[in-house]
């Protein structure tokens, strides 16, 4: 009897310890793996949203579609101004910094001239990269690829009115977790990462350019 006993819980001791470690372990490797891809998203997401600013800057509006932005950072150019010379410490001292480039400029100690910039320099300069994160590459015209597939984010623009007092235009890119998970075993985990919920930046129902996702 003992013997029979024992045969018997060999089998549910396997099992137990499969559902104690494999599992976990499964689950574990997949959110390891599902941060990576995340991550790489935001990362997009953020280029895309510091592009977009730059764009509504030049022309007043965000770009309501990808060809538009890409066009603008490939093509496009923003004017900027050229300063040569320097401004004397003491005109800074007298005036402050702000009023001293003016008064610098009429007595001849600086000369400042109009500029045209490629909009790619300005909108990726060395402030943004240098803040990026330098895990994933910045290759423009992929930009709004999702990586791992051949789709691109969802770009939507929208007004809102009145807002306090005035017209607002809004901007949200995003995608599903479905398409930026594609390939992984989401499916198996739809309380960690449901299919039809968006990893997004920007809103179309209040003003807000900040990301939806948690950082970690």
Same mark, same amino acid.
């Given at each position: 009897m003992k013997k029979i006993i024992q045969i018997i819980l060999v089998p549910v001791i396997l099992v137990l310890a499969y559902l104690i470690y494999e599992i976990p372990a499964k689950e574990l490797a997949f959110k390891a793996k599902a941060k990576i891809r995340i991550d790489e998203n935001i990362q997009k997401l953020e280029d895309i949203k510091q592009a977009q600013i730059h764009y509504k800057q030049k022309y007043n509006r965000y770009a309501d579609d990808g060809n538009?932005?890409?066009?603008? &950072? &490939?093509?496009?150019?923003?004017? #900027? #101004?050229? /300063?040569?010379?320097? #401004?004397?410490?003491?005109?800074?001292?007298?005036? !402050?910094?702000? /009023?001293?480039?003016?008064?610098?400029?009429?007595? !001849?100690? %600086?000369?400042? #001239?109009?500029? &045209?910039?490629?909009? /790619?320099?300005?909108?990726?300069?060395?402030?943004?990269?240098?803040?990026?994160?330098?895990? +994933?590459?910045?290759?423009?015209?992929?930009?709004?690829?999702?990586?791992? *597939?051949?789709?691109?984010?969802?770009?939507? *623009?929208?007004?809102?009115?009145? +807002? !306090? !007092?005035?017209? %607002?235009?809004? &901007?949200?890119?995003?995608?599903? +977790?479905?398409t930026i998970l594609v390939g992984l075993d989401y499916k198996k985990y739809p309380n960690l990462y449901p299919a039809e919920d968006l990893l997004k930046i920007g809103s179309l129902t209040e003003v807000s350019l900040n990301g939806n996702w948690k950082i970690e």
């Open positions: 538009s932005l890409l066009n603008f &950072l &490939l093509n496009d150019s923003i004017s #900027t #101004t050229k /300063k040569e010379g320097e #401004t004397p410490d003491s005109l800074i001292s007298e005036y !402050g910094l702000f /009023k001293a480039d003016s008064i610098a400029e009429l007595r !001849g100690y %600086v000369v400042i #001239t109009p500029d &045209l910039i490629p909009a /790619k320099s300005v909108v990726y300069d060395s402030i943004y990269m240098s803040k990026r994160n330098q895990l +994933y590459k910045l290759y423009l015209p992929d930009l709004l690829q999702i990586p791992n *597939t051949n789709k691109e984010y969802n770009i939507e *623009t929208d007004q809102l009115e009145p +807002y !306090g !007092g005035q017209i %607002v235009q809004v &901007l949200q890119i995003s995608s599903n +977790y479905e």
